[in-house]
């Protein structure tokens, strides 16, 4: 019933920047937290950047400072502005959601399918 489609990743050099964008279709009601996490190869999937219907964001302290994460409510969609990139920000970087459905009483985690970011010179 829902889709997480990323956009906007691609090759950087290091100190460049990108915004990842995310849209959320389907029979939405609310969208409780959306936000972003990554995993770069042989390691787990970290949590990056989360905002909540609440306005409240959480940064991973590695991207405190660089990272911006914000939400447009009308087109329920999460960007996530990047800046001054480094090569270990290298990873697929997944949108995460929870939402509530139209017709259902609890809340479900979605995930989209990843977009890759690679930090290179």
């Known amino acids: 019933q829902v889709q997480l489609v990323e956009s906007g990743g691609g090759l950087v050099q290091p100190g460049g920047s990108l915004r990842l964008s995310c849209a959320a279709s389907?029979?939405?009601?609310?969208?409780?937290?959306i936000g972003w996490y990554r995993q770069a190869p042989g390691k787990q999937r970290d949590l990056v950047a989360q905002?909540?219907?609440?306005?409240?964001?959480n940064y991973a302290d590695s991207v405190k400072g660089r990272y911006t994460i914000s939400r447009d409510n009308a087109k329920n969609t999460v960007y996530l502005q990047m800046n001054s990139l480094k090569p270990e920000d290298t990873a697929v970087y997944y949108c995460?959601?929870?939402?509530?459905?139209?017709?259902?009483?609890?809340?479900?985690?979605?995930w989209g399918q990843g977009t890759q970011v690679t930090v290179s010179s």
């Open positions: 389907g029979r939405i009601f609310s969208i409780n937290a």
């Open positions: 905002i909540t219907s609440g306005d409240s964001t």
């Open positions: 995460n959601a929870v939402i509530m459905l139209y017709y259902y009483s609890n809340n479900r985690n979605y």
